[in-house]
């Protein structure tokens, strides 16, 4: 593998950028596993530093921009540790609100590996690529990695672990749908849903929904970037679905706004396993997006629902954003 990243940090913050011993040791400490020969530093008036490590297999280098806010990376190997590794562990100490990189691969010559385009699996052997105007946020969590792009068509986009999750041109369609056959009761459950938006639209119909979302991080970026997130006065409980309790749920319409739909053997065995925790439940009904009309996957979630007592109905709209009809389902007994 030989593989070049060059990225720019901006918004990082200034503690850490503008202390010297701080930012070498991120440096540091992101190079972990690397085989570092050599490390020098060169400081300047007033401020800002340039960091060069020699690497066995290439180089590493870092600019500072104190005064900006700014990092500027660049690391070439050769060796079995992807470049990428380095620039994430970095980007996870400094906190930076904007990441914009770009990845070449230097096996023959110099090819774009990645410049930051979101690509996205619609179906088998179908991919669609999204390219931002500008990214705003770009950062792993505990759990996922989260970005937040501007779109030219779209506007702001929500993409989790490289899949959409909302845009703000068209959410209030998909929300339109999941609220279509909705029908009040004594409370409201959203498993999923940091984002916020459909938490606001049940509170707008007067109802204040339980969230249940486990990755803070994704509730405080759309806080931040689309004004909805943890911003809107829901009940917020930052825990995994998977240890909600079926009598919690009882009495209750449960929205499944989860990442993605499963399709790999993974997410497919937490669906099962939250399925046979509702299926525990006495009197709820369920609504969900179960994916698009041309993958049949949509079907899991129908028959496994089914499988387990419950009667099913199925709708489908076309949402711009995801560049498919997408297929939503309710579900009782």
Known sequence: MKEQVVAELSGCEPSIVGDKEKIIKVFREALVGFSVEEIFVKEFSPYGLTV?????TSHAVMHTYPELGKVLLDIFVCGELPPSLFVGRFVQEVCPKHVVSL????EEGIT????????VKVLPGLKVSYQPYKVLYSNRSQFQQIDVIEHKTFGKMLFLDGSVQLAESDISQYNEELLRYFSPKKKCVIFGGGDGFLADDLI???VV???Y???KEVADVCRTFFGKGNAVKADWRYQDCLKVEPDELEESVLFLDLTDIPIGSETRIFLFQLLDKIGKVKDIEVIAYAGNILDKTFRVLIDELRRRGFETMSWERFIPSYLTICVFVKAWR
Do not use: C, H, Q
């Open 112 to 119: 774009v590996k990645s410049d930051d385009t979101f690509e």
């Open 213 to 215: 979302e486990i990755d």
């Open 103 to 106: 990845a070449l691969n230097r």
């Open 52 to 56: 060069v490590a020699v690497l066995g």
């Open 204 to 206: 707008k119909l007067g």
């Open 209 to 211: 929904p339980i969230v």
